[in-house]
């Protein structure tokens, strides 16, 4: 059981905050103001035990905390920690020492981007000495993991060029809570470079929440976009150890700052963003790949807990430095797994997460060809409606941002070992042999030509489709399909097999789905729908010619936009 801060020490957060952050607005007069429990100020109940600080606190302090609160304070820290007579001076609950063991006991501080924050002990030590005993720390407080945050070096490397992209002045009102603001950057560069370095520019810090910084198409949804780089308070910059991630004439770049100004502030212009640092095209190259199920194909059940997880077989060895798991508000707990000749080993492990706390986090591995690696996300409903997959912040996903060198995006693939198996079904007449194709994921559709008549013939599939806002849910999962298509005497035959491998308990082995049917078209010319005498027809399913070739467009209900596009040729 974790004790919380008494009464007197959550007033002490809020005076020792105005101390340490705000200037002064006028004189001490020097009069008996009473104290936040009442009392006279210098008649403190609690003096922290001096010896105690010199047989041991002082040094795990200075270990733990001075990294910024040095004896001259860094990264935007307000004071030093290292002085016992400065902590305990002044009035109890305005002391430097009563805003320790608030912002400690509550997991506050050091931040979770600390590059080596304290165990549960060390808090219960610390904040059990800066209350005398009045705040103690018995279960974890904060996000737990079993892996640091990934640091990068103070400095950036020399000769360098540099990029920033902001907001240029967005106007923040007084009344502004939880403002999601983008921009979108294309043409950046003259030539191919490397990303070697990447660092937030936070201008306005009373109202920047976080920031994100990802790459993809700029007509696509946020959700079919990969992340490159995020920001919140306490986590620096991100620096790859040798080369970087390549950036291309044509790349979109897409920088988000959420805004949050609590405090009111008035009169606020921000224009924080992220600065690049880009070098020539030597060294290791980069890639964001997602191992995850993402957000395609799970839901969870009012009030009850739920878990998702895929499992992928490395096709292509890679040498992973670091992830960023990702998940919404109802997310519990994360997991990475490998198995290597049958031995299972966790390789990270989030919990008590928070949707406010995402970072990179150190994971420094080689994988092989034949590993198998398993992401699973946990979640905990509250709700009294289901949560769905989905792009929204009120639905749910699972991704592993993870950098991985060779950039080979797809390394790992479905650890499934079925396969499509196509047998053509009772509705076609006379069928024949039909090769496999992989559609492709597209989040622009084809169209049927106006006005376009269906030739008489015999057909098979040649290129499919999968066309949905957001690209990037869908490839988590693997579609092969086999099929064909004849039209006679104003009859329309279709027969296909789609096989499909998705990390969802029904799919995760793989699964086959056949269709067959013949009828006749709706109208004549150009896109039609079906009424069909032999088999059923999917609602919504038409077709008519694309690019001079038949064709067919069939919606897909599987919880997210999307639908099937087959060329047949």
């Given at each position: ?378 979640f905990a409903n509250p709700r009294n409606e289901v949560v769905q997959a989905g792009a929204r912040t009120e639905d749910e996903m699972c991704f592993a941002f993870t950098y991985v ?60 489709v999968l066309v949905t806002p957001s690209p990037a849910l869908v490839s988590a999962a693997t579609f092969t399909l086999a099929g064909q298509m004849s039209f006679a005497s104003g ?18 082995d793989g699964r086959q789905f056949d269709l067959s049917f013949a009828g006749s078209l709706d109208v004549p010319m150009g896109e039609s729908t079906l009424s069909a005498q032999c ?35």
């Amino acid at each position: 059981m974790q004790h919380r801060p008494a009464p007197r020490l959550a007033l002490t957060f809020a005076l020792v905050a105005l101390v340490a952050f705000a200037p002064a607005c006028g004189d001490d007069d020097g009069g008996g103001s009473p104290s936040p429990d009442g009392g006279p100020v210098g008649q403190a109940a609690c003096v922290p035990s001096e010896s105690a600080w010199n047989d041991g606190v002082a040094a795990l302090v200075a270990e733990r905390c001075g990294g910024c609160h040095a004896a001259t304070p860094q990264f935007g820290a307000p004071f030093p920690l290292l002085d016992y007579a400065t902590l305990v001076e002044g009035a109890e609950g305005t002391r430097i020492v009563d805003f320790m063991a608030f912002q400690v006991g509550e997991g506050l501080m050091p931040p979770i981007g600390a590059r080596s924050l304290p165990s549960l002990a060390e808090r219960d030590t610390i904040t059990s000495w800066a209350s005398c005993g009045d705040v103690r720390v018995e279960t974890p407080v904060g996000l737990e993991t079993n892996r640091p945050p990934f640091v990068a070096p103070v400095e950036p490397p020399a000769g360098l060029r540099t990029i920033d992209l902001t907001l240029e002045g967005f106007a923040v009102g007084p009344t502004v809570i939880d403002h999601y603001q983008e921009r979108d950057f294309t043409a950046l560069v003259e030539e191919d470079v490397f990303i070697r370095r990447m660092d937030a520019i936070i201008d306005d810090s009373r109202v920047v929440h976080h920031i994100t910084l990802r790459q993809g198409d700029p007509d696509g949804s946020d959700a079919s976009m990969t992340y490159l780089y995020t920001w919140a308070p306490g986590t620096g910059a991100f620096e790859f150890p040798d080369g970087g991630i390549r950036l291309r004439r044509g790349d979109n770049l897409r920088l988000q700052v959420h805004y949050n100004n609590g405090s009111g502030a008035t009169g606020v212009r921000d224009s924080s963003g992220v600065r690049l640092y880009v070098g020539a095209v030597s060294g290791a190259e980069y890639t964001m790949a997602d191992p995850g199920p993402g957000a395609f194909g799970f839901s969870v059940a009012p009030r009850s807990d739920g878990t998702v997880e895929s499992t992928c077989m490395v096709r292509e060895p890679v040498t992973v430095i670091a992830t960023m798991p990702h998940m919404h508000e109802i997310g519990d707990t994360f997991d990475i797994d490998v198995t290597r000749a049958g031995t299972t080993t966790n390789v990270l492990r989030l919990g008590a997460w928070s949707f406010e706390t995402q970072l990179f986090y150190e994971l420094p591995l080689v994988l092989e060809a034949g590993d198998r690696l398993t992401v699973r996300c946990t979640f905990a409903n509250p709700r009294n409606e289901v949560v769905q997959a989905g792009a929204r912040t009120e639905d749910e996903m699972c991704f592993a941002f993870t950098y991985v060198t060779p950039a080979i995006a797809d390394f790992c693939g479905p650890a499934a070992s079925s396969a499509l198996a196509y047998r053509p079904g009772a509705c076609f007449d006379a069928p024949r042999a039909a090769d496999p194709i992989t559609p492709e994921v597209s989040a622009t559709a084809p169209s049927f030509a106006p006005g376009a008549s269906m030739p008489e013939g015999h057909w098979s599939a040649a290129r499919a489709v999968l066309v949905t806002p957001s690209p990037a849910l869908v490839s988590a999962a693997t579609f092969t399909l086999a099929g064909q298509m004849s039209f006679a005497s104003g009859e329309l035959q279709i027969d296909a097999g789609i096989h499909v491998i998705a990390p969802t308990a029904e799919l995760r082995d793989g699964r086959q789905f056949d269709l067959s049917f013949a009828g006749s078209l709706d109208v004549p010319m150009g896109e039609s729908t079906l009424s069909a005498q032999c088999g059923g027809v999917a609602p919504g399913t038409t077709v008519g010619m694309v690019e001079g070739r038949p064709a067919m467009r069939i919606p897909l209900d599987v919880g997210i936009e999307l639908a099937l596009w087959v060329m047949f040729e």
